[in-house]
Each structure stands twice: as structure tokens, then as C-alpha cells.
Nanobody, 124 residues
Framework: QVQLVESGGGLVQAGGSLRLSCAAS????????MGWFRQAPGKGREFVAA????????QYTDSVKGRFTLSRDNAQNMVYLQMNSLKLEDTAVYYC?????????????????WGQGTQVTISS
């Protein structure tokens, strides 16, 4: 059974930090690129960051570059999103997703498996 389980969300003040984790199971983790998406209240889901199967290529959406760091631990089947200098506009539900295609992509439609999401709320 495929599972992606996010954790680490919460309430933090603007300027603070959070570290999101995604635990993967039920599939060959090293065969999948991994991504994070987020959905803010009243908005569609948007790409945040993605990392290639071996972790050598990472992409970020422009709004988080320099603030967020994506990494993966293939030995532990884990993905991490370190979020620093958080802003009010980072408030959203954050989703972990996996993509088996060979090309790193920002396209939501290309991701096969999804977690249930973890809420991140930034307060002023």
C-alpha cells in the first residue's frame, strides 16, 4: 500500500521556521522524483519544490527560492522541506507527492501519489 505521510506543519510567526517531513512507503522510493505542493485558502494547488530521484537536481518556485530547502534521504525514504523566513503568504496546506517519470516536473498532473497534507499557518 502506497503511503505518503506529511508531518511538521503548525502555527508559527512570520519570520520563523518550520521543517516539513514526508515519509514514503509502499513503492520504490528511489525510482521517484518527489515534490511539494501547497494550497492556500480559496486558491488552487501550486508547485513549491521538487527533487530528483538521487537528489542531484532541485527546483523551486520563485517565491520560495532562498528561503526553502528541499532534501531527501533515500536510505530512510524521507523527504524534507526546510522553510525559513516564513511569510504570511506561505500559509497553506502542504502536500508531498511522488512522480515516476524521468524528468523533474512542476506539473501537478504528473505526480502519481499524494499525501493528505499538513497545515502551515503563519501569523503576523
Amino acid at each position: 500500500q502506497v503511503q505518503l505521510v506529511e508531518s511538521g506543519g503548525g502555527l508559527v510567526q512570520a519570520g520563523g521556521s518550520l521543517r516539513l517531513s514526508c515519509a514514503a512507503s509502499g513503492f520504490t522510493f528511489t525510482s521517484y522524483n518527489m515534490g511539494w505542493f501547497r494550497q492556500a485558502p480559496g486558491k488552487g494547488r501550486e508547485f513549491v519544490a521538487a527533487i530528483s530521484r538521487r537528489g542531484e537536481i532541485i527546483q523551486y518556485t520563485d517565491s520560495v527560492k532562498g528561503r526553502f530547502t528541499l532534501s531527501r534521504d533515500n536510505a530512510q525514504n524521507m523527504v524534507y522541506l526546510q522553510m525559513n523566513s516564513l511569510k504570511l503568504e506561505d500559509t497553506a496546506v502542504y502536500y508531498c507527492a511522488s512522480d515516476s517519470s524521468g524528468i523533474l516536473t512542476k506539473s501537478e498532473a504528473r505526480y502519481r501519489y499524494w499525501g493528505q497534507g499538513t497545515q502551515v499557518t503563519i501569523s503576523s
